[in-house]
């Protein structure tokens, strides 16, 4: 863990104007600079840098923060990544909370084994026969780093004369160890392909057999660097178009993945070996992608994209499942060169949950009265685990596939709820108050000794983070960065706190007149105190203090 000392001093040590220009193209704008918002599609610059703040906002979709939140957006990243990655930008030691962090000394070997592998394949015929033989380009094979392990005593003789020990490439996954304890490479006799996590950074590989080994494909075992059920392949060359085109191509294997970059389609990833799981969601979700699952079409392809469309599809993701016919896989068909076939199965895909449905449909007879009933009580299963609005749109996708009214697949539970409202009415007084308080938090105190949170109306929570001291609010960090906004003066804050208290009070005033509910002791005494003693105190410039009297 990185200790919170090393991240301050990291902090303090980068401009977010450099940070940020390094990857956008800035302009000045007054005090500030202006760009393009790189997180969703505008003509007019509405992405605002501030280097007196060191913060980023975007007045367009929101997002903003300081330059550790902008790299971590921008490239993907988890927060410990995206310090890590800043830090070696800037050469800037971290320190870690448990002693001497080894991550760096693992990568270093897992690093130092890839040029070895790269090395070995340019002289294996036999590997790179294969790689030909199945389609794979030169400018491929660099791309992706593919490499050949040959025998373990090549590996362990690489290992003694850089002076790497052995437990600790076991430790890291290069090597094994045998029952007698002695050592073995894990790879050998295998076509490489190395895996990177979401930052670049290697953590292990994979391996395609030229053998005979029973095993055709095998990956690292797990070690504290690399876990394959959180990875996915080619996620970091694919992650730039994934964020750009907004679609993420799920595939089942590694040629999968290199032949579709290959032919253009570089937003292609790969399960390790494993099926896609609820813990490559987080990953899946980041940029908002549609999420095409794109299997092949035997039996176990379908079984495993039927899983996968059930948990995408209950986890709210939107996309398809496409199925590669005649047993052919997409590396198949790019080597064939048949692009327009690819083109036309990847854009023609079924929906996630109508795809789920359909197979539901398929796994029973349905002209059997009793496996009917058992499909359609399936069915009926999936579509609760849906929000409402996607069960009522289903509904009738059911009632079409199963040929039964709509009633039969129609939950008692299901209730619809209206979004959150987001939006606020803008109102340049209350702006210009937080703006001062931001710029002159001691009269925060000041301010809540005379009012209440109530009286910010549409700014309510934004005043609460405030006090709070929770500064990353969007509606908060818009008004820090906008050079429009005036900072108030003492005696021009107080002018404008007794503004709004008149307006206020007068609005009670209306409030209490228009409730025929109130007890009319209570609502007249509440009348005479607002006319006689409050307004004409506020209109005499005092600062009244805010009553409990009138929460009604």
Not at 254 to 259: A, E, G, S, T
Not at 429 to 452: M, R, S
Request: aromatic share 10%; glycine share 6%; net charge positive.
């Amino acid at each position: 863990m990185i200790e919170t000392s090393s991240i301050e001093r990291l902090k303090s040590s980068i401009d977010i104007v450099d940070v940020i220009g390094t990857y956008l193209e800035l302009k000045k704008s007054g005090a500030n600079y202006k760009a393009n918002c790189p997180f969703h599609g505008e003509k007019t610059p509405s992405f605002v840098v501030s280097p007196q703040k060191q913060i980023f906002h975007c007045f367009g979709c929101g997002i903003g923060g300081d330059a550790i939140k902008f790299v971590m957006e921008y490239e993907k990243l988890s927060y410990p990544e995206a310090i890590e990655k800043l830090a070696s930008s800037y050469n800037i030691p971290l320190s870690y909370t448990k002693g001497v962090d080894n991550s760096s000394n693992d990568r270093r070997i897992l690093e130092l084994m890839q040029h070895f592998y790269r090395n070995n394949l340019a002289k294996n015929s036999a590997a790179l026969d294969y790689l030909e033989k199945r389609g794979v380009a030169k400018r491929t094979i660099e791309h992706f780093g593919i490499g050949y392990v040959g025998s373990s005593s090549d590996v362990i003789n690489y290992l003694k004369q850089n002076q790497i020990p052995l437990p600790k490439a076991l430790e890291v996954g290069i090597l094994a160890q045998g029952e007698r304890g002695d050592y073995y490479a894990r790879l050998i006799e295998r076509v490489t392909f190395p895996i990177y996590n979401t930052a670049g950074a290697i953590v292990g590989f994979g391996g395609r057999t030229l053998s005979n080994h029973p095993a055709k494909y095998i990956n690292s075992p797990q070690t504290k660097l690399f876990n394959k059920s959180r990875l996915l392949y080619g996620y970091y060359l694919a992650k730039n178009s994934i964020y750009k085109e907004k679609k993420i191509i799920v595939t089942e294997g590694y040629l999968d993945v290199i032949m579709l970059h290959q032919a253009g389609f570089e937003s292609a990833v790969a399960t390790l070996g494993t099926a896609l799981t609820s813990e490559h969601l987080p990953l899946l979700k980041k940029g908002e992608p549609k999420v095409v699952v794109a299997y092949d079409g035997d039996s176990a392809g379908i079984a495993a994209a039927l899983k996968a469309a059930k948990m995408l599809s209950s986890s709210g993701f939107e996309g398809s499942v496409v199925l590669f016919p005649q047993g052919m896989d997409p590396a198949d068909i790019v080597a064939n060169k048949e692009f327009t076939k690819l083109q036309k199965l990847l854009s023609s895909g079924t929906d996630l949950a109508l795809f789920v449905l359909e197979q539901i449909s398929k796994n029973y007879d349905l002209k059997n009265p009793h496996q009917k009933e058992q499909a359609v009580n399936e069915a009926k299963q999936f579509l609760n685990t849906l929000s409402p609005i996607a069960q009522e749109a289903y509904i009738l996708d059911a009632s079409r596939i199963f040929a039964l009214p709509s009633a039969y697949f129609t939950s008692k539970k299901r209730v619809l709820t209206a979004p959150k409202q987001t939006e606020i009415n803008k109102d340049p007084a209350w702006e210009a108050i937080l703006k001062t308080l931001l710029e002159k938090p001691e009269l925060i105190d000041e301010l809540l000794d005379i009012v209440d949170f109530p009286i910010a109306k549409s700014y309510e929570m934004a005043l609460r983070n405030l006090a709070s001291g929770n500064l990353d609010d969007p509606i908060l960090r818009g008004i820090a960065i906008n050079d429009k906004i005036p900072v108030l003066t003492k005696e021009e804050f107080e002018a404008q706190i007794l503004r709004e208290l008149e307006i206020f009070y007068k609005a009670k005033l209306r409030e209490l007149m228009q409730n025929s509910s109130l007890d009319y002791k209570r609502k007249s005494y509440l009348i005479r105190k607002i006319k006689t003693d409050i307004l004409p105190r506020i209109k005499r410039g005092e600062l009244v203090v805010y009553e409990s009297d009138f929460t009604i």
